[in-house]
């Protein structure tokens, strides 16, 4: 019976009725101290979903033995459904069975999250057969990290499934979850008095029972035995209870101690295994007896487990360091489980040891093949801890470093990094550390620190490195605007990726762009190439590569590697007017940033939405995208704000900003010289033509090199600005009929059309003036459009017919990710493994999307939209 939980269990049966009745799916983290309740409301919630009918409970413990054994709680909480794996889509399939340690599954195309994307899938399928899913995860706190991060990533996915996914962790561990929590405080004396008098608890000592668990049901449970810890000693509630359990522990007979002790520290359970163990200290079965009547253990079957988690700590701390050593040793000795074998013999190893530290970095490798990163970080950091030699700590420290890096951790990694690097002399060591250090930095927003990081050791690195460095290196001083960095690294170098970029920022476009041209006609890193494209203007060429290489990603579970692709994909969307669609890439690329473990890019991410806002006029959108962004963010954000005061009129202080990115440390990149044609307009109407001359020449000398015929014909439209004359316009026109962009282009309509209007030709300038309408309205670009409008009623035309709505806009974007590729003919199954959902969520989406779209079926999609 549970005492006091009215709150708790009404908010789980809330989320049970949700999935049951609606299908709604939902997580919640429970959380509190040890002995508060939280495994007896888990167990509550379980009986309530079979008492309504449901089938399907799938549960799991995090152990703290097992804490290093990667996929160990995967492996406990699918053991009954493993058989349906081959069900599941094929990359999902494959992830979940190496995680799983299938012997026969494949090698190649291994992503840690699509193991979190099979066991969404796998519980959508489960609610599918036969009602709500329910899966509960105890002690999560002790989860291994490959499991932990394949759970959260499936439960922040929960959306339409009918599945309940319920943890429970204690105060300390198990954090940065991103999930609902709901913590349980201890009962009111009320509550704590009823429970004592249903156990029979004597009156007269109900009030010391009270006092001293304070209000904890595990406490008030074990210390009603009159055994409690005397007032006079001021421990907290989990020690007086673990206190508790040693004295009843004492009072077993001494090989039911061992037994225990055995256990405890074998962590798992696994009869097999302590029985074998138990055979060395010529101890058995029968003398766990004694422990499972004084209701310690529970034995079942092949397995035994602890009652609760502190007897096991009673259990284990309560024995003296040559009886746990003593114990570690008999169950490495008798393992017949290589893992097994490898964890008892360093937890018995008390000085270093090669060969322990060895069998460690074996089984880190183990589970890094099994993209147990985390797990492989912690065995090479225990590897490290064993290791005599110094040089090969530092390796082996380096190694977890990598690791911890690849799980997400950045601040862990830097820590292991420093303390390797304190331990090595070696400079190609130093410089592999130091590459690392320089990504820390970079995701951190200190991409300067990286670049002068990675040049310092380039120079000591191998050769197959020192390239990759460099160019790293360059990368990172071309995003941040560190132009003298950039120039002495190409001084170091004859890689043509960095001769490129150096005469960019010297200014040299028709040097630089034919030099990274040639490079995108023979790319060797597709997310390089497109990055290249951005660079040279080529915004098919964006599209192109990042759509393939997003759908590679997708087709092989991919996910840690897809928000920079996603990044640079919103990019090219932007300018080529697909708003909707680079709302969904950034919305996605936030959230897989998340997940990855690399939170701290999200506001990055969020800011190549900036431009957005500015068309649209939205100054406090543009405003909070920014917020948060760190350069190169900040180039993104100066020329949107530039935008935004041209688009409001405000040309004294567009031309402000205009001018300070002109001058500043980031105006070779892609948005700041765009920001020269926007200099060109704000000069022009500011009375500025020296001004306006000097930027016109800036991007007409990159748009020439570039070649790409949106350049060149916002150049043209430029050179129009500054004559005054009527062909430049004519030629911007003509290159517009090949142009990528269609913001520009109505913008250059709208020019032309006032030009014309002002020659009094109103009849011409409605032609322009139309088009420009027509752009504006569906980019809902409302300051211009509301220009383009009045321009228009002064030609004499006196209404101007809005064009409809664009269905797409009233999308969410996820719903306009699900309807594009739906409209593919894409199945709801493919779909939900390209985007990482479930089935059902694709399904939830698209009866979600018909009536915004004023469609009843999927049928009718393809008609309704091309596909981007």
Known sequence: MLYGRNTERTRIATLLAEARDHRRSGALLLRGEAGI??????DDAAAALTAAGGTHVLRAVGVEAESNLAYAGLNQLLWHVRDRLDALPAAQSAALRAALDDPGAPTDHRDRFTAGLAVLTLLADLAEENGPALCIVDDAQWLDGATAQSLLFAARRLTAEGVVMLFAARDTGFAGTSLPELRLERLDARDAERMLADRDVPRAARARVIRESQGNPLALRELATGQGTPDAQPLPVADRVTAAFRERIAELPDKAQVMLLLAAAEGRGHMPALLRAARLFDAGLTDLAPAERAGLVD???RSVSFRHPLILTAAYQGAVATQRIAAHRALADSADDLECRVRHRAASTMVPDEDVAQDLQAAAERARNRTGYATASALYRQAAELTPDTQARAERLAAAADLTFQAGNVEEAEQLSASAERLTADPAARARLGRLHATVEFERGDPRAAVRMLTEHAAHADPADRTAMLRDAATYAWTSGDAPSLLRIATTTDDPYVRGLAHEVRGEHDRGLPILAGLLARPDDPLRAAQLALILGDDRAVLDLTTAETRRCRRHGLVGALPNVLQTQAHAQIMTGLHADAEASVAEAVALARDTGLA??????????????????DEDRLRDLVRDAPPPGGGYADSARALLDLALGRHDDALR???DIAAGPRRHGSHAILSAADQVEAAVRAGTPDLAR???ERFRAWARASGQPWALAVAARCEALLTDAEEPF???????????????????????????????????ARVPLRSAVETFERLRATPWLDRARAELRATGESTSTSAAPNALDRLTPQELQVVRLAAEGTSSRDIAAQLFLSPRT?????????PKLGISSRRELSNLLEPA
Do not use: C
């Open 37 to 42: 309740g939280k495994s007896a409301l888990l």
């Open 299 to 301: 034995v079942s079957g």
């Open 600 to 617: 701290r890019r999200a506001g990055r991410l969020r800011a190549a939405l900036a431009r957005v806002a500015a068309i649209e006029g």
């Open 657 to 659: 900003r205009l001018d």
């Open 694 to 696: 000097a930027a016109h």
């Open 730 to 764: 004519k030629i911007a026109a003509e290159l517009h009929e090949q142009s990528t962009r269609p913001f520009e282009r109505a913008r250059t309509e709208l020019l032309y059309g006032e030009w014309l209007r002002r020659s009094r030709r109103r009849s011409d």
């Open 842 to 850: 694709v399904e939830y989406h698209l009866y979600k999307a018909y």
